[in-house]
């Protein structure tokens, strides 16, 4: 009998190990492989994306010579120019705006401004496949206008912590991509201009005072990005 007991005691604890085994190899497979095109998944099929992506398409029917692509931080902002239009939308990543290119139609002679990444590393995407998708995003950009200035604008670090994100490994890429954009503006082969825009007025970090959550831009953190925005204006 006590025999009995021990073997199942035993069998007991190699099948719970062997689930606990099994949910963390799910759990990393999720952060490492699915998670990024999950949450772009939900945000590809919001109500507010979707509705905004097609408010964004007749919008390029107005007089306008300058554009901004951007995420949630570039929402609320106090633009000087009725020339630009602002064709941000929240949760916007890189892969999901390449996407929403191939629905817009641009003109020549431009100013484009984009002011994105920092969800991407925010969904896990690795700092390789990052710098890819906004190589392949400037590609887009390159095969629907010509004679026209891309502004490239370097990342704001995040003030916070999350389950699923550590606040270190995060600001460590921004401040690698910031690195690497500088160099950018010196390889192209297209007839667009690039630059790249220094955001050191957030020295490279969301301070407390600029954010009530860490992630986001409060309406001083707006001010600021619409100080740096109105410059290439």
């Known amino acids: ?133 906004y190589k392949l995003v400037i590609d887009e950009i390159n095969s629907l206008t010509d004679f026209s200035s891309i502004y490239c604008c370097e990342l704001i670090g995040i003030n916070a912590e999350g389950f699923f994100f550590n606040k270190n490994a995060i600001n460590k890429n921004v401040e690698k991509f910031n690195s690497e954009i500088k160099n950018w503006s010196l390889s192209n082969n297209s007839f667009n201009m690039y630059f790249n825009q220094d955001m050191s007025l957030f020295n490279n970090n969301l301070d407390s005072y600029l954010s009530s959550d860490g992630v986001h831009l409060n309406k001083l953190g707006s001010q600021n990005l619409d100080s740096i925005y109105n410059k290439i204006f």
Request: hydrophobic residues 40%.
């Open 1 to 133: 009998m006590k025999l009995k007991t021990s073997r199942l005691k035993i069998r007991t604890f190699w099948f719970l190990t062997s689930v606990i085994l099994l949910l963390a190899i799910f759990f990393i497979s999720y952060i490492k492989i699915f998670r990024s095109h999950h949450l772009e998944y939900l945000v590809l099929n919001s109500s507010d994306y979707m509705s905004k992506s097609e408010q964004h398409k007749s919008n390029l029917n107005q007089n306008y010579n300058c554009i901004i692509f951007g995420d949630s931080r570039s929402l609320n902002l106090g633009l000087e120019s009725n020339t630009t239009i602002n064709l941000s939308i929240g949760g916007e990543t890189l892969n999901t705006l390449r996407k929403r290119l191939r629905n817009l139609d641009l003109k020549d002679s431009i100013k484009i401004i984009i002011n994105l990444g920092i969800n991407d590393f925010l969904f896990n995407y690795d700092f390789e496949e990052m710098v890819s998708n």
